[in-house]
């Protein structure tokens, strides 16, 4: 199964962002979908993550800026960025674990590799 992400861009500080996750049958089918992002130099960080009974959980440091959201019917995982910071500037990727052994994953801010990725898509925030 593939995840794809789109919407990534260029914007400015105090700016916004939809970045979407075309999943298909993942949104229904999987114990959790999530948003990571990857900076520079850094390890992947967890950012949003929205589990199969509609519980949303997000990083600190885009609580009250960030919404993650599905579309089920359309197969869509939605991250609304919102009030933008330069520091936010990463590729973003979608994932969805789908295995009950690794249902664990989504209490976590670290998910194995093993679980569904998509390629990312870059979000660019300037001063």
């Known amino acids: 199964v593939q995840l794809v992400e789109s919407g990534g861009g260029s914007v400015q500080a105090g700016g916004s962002l939809r970045l979407s996750c075309a999943a298909g049958?993942?949104?229904?089918?999987?114990?959790?979908m999530g948003w990571f992002r990857q900076a520079p130099g850094e390890g992947r960080e967890g950012v949003a993550t929205?589990?199969?009974?509609?519980?949303?959980s997000y990083a600190d440091s885009v609580k009250g800026r960030f919404t993650i959201s599905e579309d089920s019917a359309r197969g869509i995982l939605y991250l609304q960025m919102n009030t933008l910071k330069p520091e936010d500037t990463a590729m973003y990727y979608c994932?969805?674990?789908?295995?009950?052994?690794?249902?664990?994953?989504?209490?976590?801010?670290?998910?194995?590799?093993?679980?569904?990725w998509g390629q990312g898509t870059q979000v660019t925030v300037s001063s």
């Open positions: 929205l589990n199969g009974d509609g519980v949303t």
């Open positions: 049958l993942l949104t229904e089918d999987s114990y959790c």
């Open positions: 994932a969805a674990v789908t295995e009950s052994r690794r249902a664990h994953d989504c209490y976590s801010g670290s998910w194995s590799p093993d679980n569904h």
